[in-house]
């Protein structure tokens, strides 16, 4: 009798603890998302001496005086033209939010806003600036969908720079909407569109910039990243369909863009590495540089032809102690330029060379300085440089 009763117990509290786990379960799954909230806040300040002409009046006029964009380097110009800058807009915030669905499976986003490049604000008095989105993405299984950096870059090869980006001039740097499925080392996506035109005044040889949103054609991209030893690489294309109305009659005229970008990282066993990138193709030019190359431009017959451009970065940084470091940064970007292109004011070429001396007091606070020389050249074979010497302070939290 009590060998049963004892059965009977044992057989009652097994059911109630499968209950209490069931209910369990249900009370999480039915539980509100999880937040967490990151960023960083930094100070930079730069002294940048233009050797060909005027950088603009406040950075406001010229976002190239908030961090160095290689197209923005005045040509041709009459004497140096130095300017100091503050300004603390690259202070960044993050959001992350995860949270498990009632099916079971997890799902998680993340929302980025820092202030860099928005007009709006003043230098008089308030310096107050408007926040700008950078990236707002969920990921729910092996997909990513919303704004976030292009499947056709690779994160892992930017250096470590006082600069905003650093190996600007040959490298890919894009973030846009697209919808990506990762399986293993391969992702693929399809991206947000966009034509960049030049056009050339056959008068005075001045190329402007036509930016349409005519494509119907999303940009593809296929990468594949990989590892062996203490070498990890990345391998990329991009496929896109370019449009133009060039007579303004409804109809578009159209190119197709190509392009391929290899990214590598040697890492050594005392903390240094090395960084490097090589990236060709056709039609790419806003991936490339910030747009320093268009990807197109409207040839003698009229027609639409995707223009050829090339980049190439390299980056070694070397640790002086556990807590300074140096990093010494080469980019370089260019562009076939033909047909009406060739002898006109389009950029041929830009290149930036840095050297930094980064110290951490703590893994979350970083003071850094930088010396930086940039030359942009056009078709027509007028030049110009930049030299800037920058300093930066930054907490992470």
Known sequence: MLQKTLTKSLVASAVLASLAGGLATNAHAAEGPEWSFSGY?????MISDYGDGSAGSGTDKNI?????????????????????????????????????????????????????????????ITNSYAPRLRQAYL?????????????????????????????????????QPQVRYTSGAWSFSIENPETTVSLVDAGTGAVSRAATSEGIMPDFTAKYKGKSGNFSYSVAGLVRQLAYD????????????????????????????????????????????????????????????????MGVTFAYRHHWSDKTRSNIVYSRGWADNTDNLEGSLATEFTQRVGFNVMHSVDKKLTFGGEVSLAQRENDAGVDGDLTRLQFMAMYTF
């Open 246 to 309: 060039i007579d303004s009659d409804g109809s578009d005229e159209t190119a197709t863009g190509y392009g391929v970008t290899f990214g590598g990282k040697l890492a050594f066993d005392n903390g240094n590495d090395i960084r490097a990138s090589f990236t060709a193709g056709s039609g790419i030019g806003r991936y490339l540089g910030l747009n320093t190359f268009n990807g197109a431009y409207v040839d003698p017959n009229n027609s639409l032809e995707s223009l050829d451009v």
């Open 139 to 175: 990921q729910y299984k092996n997909w990513l969908i919303g704004q976030a950096w292009s499947n056709f870059q690779d994160l892992s090869i930017l250096p470590e720079s006082v600069d905003f980006v650093g190996a600007t001039d040959g490298m890919v740097f894009m973030r």
């Open 41 to 45: 806040v930094k100070l930079d300040a």
């Open 64 to 124: 190239g005086r908030q961090f160095y964009i290689p197209s923005l380097t005045p040509v041709g110009g009459q004497g140096d033209d130095a300017v100091t800058d503050f300004h603390a807009r690259q202070s960044r915030f993050f959001f992350d939010v995860k949270q498990k669905l009632d099916n079971g499976e997890d799902i998680s986003g993340r929302i980025e806003i820092d202030f860099l490049t928005v007009p709006s604000g003043d230098e008089r």
